[in-house]
Nanobody, 125 residues
């Protein structure tokens, strides 16, 4: 069992930066793909970024490419989402998730096995 706890959300103005963290308890991420998703009110939960804990390959949604960076610590116990140049349309609840995969990445919520509780990110204009 993997428990995920997100932190780092908040209220910022457009153009600001935030770094979200997702800490795992129980095991490391080395055998998992780690994804960041977001869900705005009335909308579906969409993938933002993902990283494979073993292979290190990453994925970014087009809407965040060049602005967001996903990474892990060396111990593979925490995954980060550095968000720069935030826009009002980035406002959502952000979730981290873990998928039991060997070397790939998951792109839809159904591919992920464990979820954090979510953290609110609000970007004002």
């Amino acid at each position: 069992q993997v428990q995920l706890v997100e932190s780092g959300g908040g209220l910022v103005q457009a153009g600001a930066s935030l770094r979200l963290s997702c800490a795992a308890s129980g095991r490391t991420f080395s055998s998992y793909a780690m994804g960041w998703f977001r869900q705005a009110p009335g909308k579906e939960r969409d993938i933002v970024a993902a990283v494979n804990g073993r292979a290190g390959n990453t994925y970014y949604a087009d809407s965040v490419k060049g602005r967001f960076t996903v990474s892990t610590n060396n111990a593979k116990t925490t995954v980060y989402l550095q968000m720069n140049s935030l826009r009002p349309e980035d406002t959502a609840v952000y979730f981290c998730a873990a998928a039991r995969v060997a070397s790939g990445l998951g792109f839809s919520p159904s591919e992920y096995d464990y979820w954090g509780q979510g953290t609110q990110v609000t970007v004002s204009s």
